[in-house]
């Protein structure tokens, strides 16, 4: 899931992406975010995207804020301007490799989900 608002210490906009850890063997996840819809399987895409280590690898629920102080690496865009449109989509990865685990569920599927920041 992914929720917007303004920072009330900046006023800057900020998306926050919350999402279950299902699985016992996560090492890390890859939040990919654009402007762009999703157009293939690769993770971590070549949107921006954030690395999240799991943080207990036993399951349990993930939350990462995008704000200005905390950009994504690896492409554009690197921090949330306001009143746009972002599609992400978040990727669980383990020793094996790419895992099943894709959030939302129908971001298996392009273009992924949008999300719209408010005008702060």
Not at 13 to 25: G, L, P, V
Not at 79 to 93: G, L
Not at 100 to 118: C, D, F, K, L, R
């Amino acid at each position: 899931m992914a929720t917007t608002s303004c920072d009330p210490s900046t006023g800057n906009a900020e998306i926050a992406f919350t999402f279950r850890d299902n699985s016992t063997n996560e090492e890390l996840f890859w939040v990919d975010v654009n402007q762009s819809a999703w157009s293939g399987p690769g993770a971590p895409s070549p949107w921006g995207f954030k690395t999240l280590t799991s943080s207990t690898g036993s399951g349990g629920t993930v939350i990462w804020v995008w704000t200005v102080a905390d950009s994504l690496s690896g492409g554009p865009p690197t921090t949330p301007v306001e009143n746009r449109t972002y599609y992400w989509r978040v990727r669980a990865h383990n020793s094996g490799g790419d895992s099943a685990h894709v959030y939302p569920a129908n971001s298996t599927t392009p273009p992924g989900t949008a999300i719209t920041t408010p005008v702060c």
